[in-house]
């Protein structure tokens, strides 16, 4: 029996075909939509961010911006992947999973997609926040390994225990990361004035972003209770929009106009961090 597979495909799964791939995506409705979706509103995104970005000046929301314009096009670029079949690939589940022996189709490039993506997200939150650069660079590292983690977790087939020893170094990666946006963060924002949309923008990440986890958990790649890949797609998609798109919707919408909140913030720590003079 095969997962996301079409059984009357003969082939070992390393002999699998990028094509063979392809087919059996387009073949599952429910699959393909759920990438087809994300790269029309990816592209339809940067479309919008490039129009509400347009009379941005002042150097620190210019790099806010820009991060958040990168967050759909690394998207789009990577749900293309998927879709085509490039970033796609059938393994074997390994003995002591639900589905243990049985061949499953891995959506592999979703963890490039968020290794990718993610630390944009993080990088235009701690400008907004106008972190230090030491706490900015620690939370895009632990975000990138908690993405490089979870793809061994999904990868592995010599060891279900294994599978689950990587998520849960993904999980204490993770938990760096939300550390940094309720604590420290949280007070730089309050400093440079941006802690309204920051909080909001906060609570918008952190619960979505934990649902990625359970998601995992609960879906083909880990105790199977949800045996579709069409279903576990489109949930990891749906997290994709909301944590991405009306994301940075959202917070590009209010530095287009408070523009001069965000310049002063980044004005202040600089003149904070001045010596004083005798």
Not at 112 to 124: E, F, R, Y
Not at 167 to 189: K, M, N, R
């Amino acid at each position: 029996m095969s997962i996301g597979w079409n059984p009357d495909v003969h082939v070992s799964p390393l002999q699998v075909t990028q094509s063979e791939v392809f087919s059996q995506i387009q073949g599952d409705v429910l699959l393909s939509s759920s990438l087809w979706a994300n790269i029309a509103l990816a592209g339809l995104s940067a479309l919008l961010f490039v129009y509400m970005g347009r009379n941005v000046e002042s150097p620190r929301a210019k790099l806010i911006w820009a991060a958040t314009l990168m967050i759909p096009l690394v998207s789009i670029s990577s749900y293309t992947g998927l879709v085509s079949g490039l970033t796609v690939g059938v393994i074997t589940m390994p003995a002591g999973h639900p589905l243990g022996g049985q061949e499953v189709l891995s959506q592999w490039g979703r963890y490039l997609t968020w290794a990718l993506s993610t630390p944009m997200i993080l990088l235009a939150l701690g400008l907004l926040a106008d972190v230090d650069r030491g706490s900015l660079f620690t939370v895009i590292a632990a975000d990138i390994g908690m993405c490089v983690t979870g793809l061994a977790a999904a990868l592995v087939t010599s060891s279900y225990p294994l599978r689950w020893a990587f998520y849960l170094i993904s999980c204490a990666f993770f938990a760096v990361v939300l550390y940094a946006l309720l604590t420290e963060w949280a007070d730089a924002a309050t400093a440079a004035g941006t802690d309204e949309i920051f909080a909001t923008l906060r609570v918008l990440t952190v619960v979505l972003w934990l649902g990625y986890p359970i998601v995992w958990a609960l879906g083909v790649e880990g105790l199977a209770v949800v045996q579709s890949v069409g279903l576990t797609s489109w949930a990891y998609s749906a997290l994709d929009i909301l944590a991405k798109y009306v994301f940075a919707f959202l917070l590009l919408r209010w530095v287009a106009a408070n523009e001069s909140t965000v310049a002063a913030g980044g004005a202040d720590r600089t003149r904070t961090a001045a010596p004083a003079d005798d």
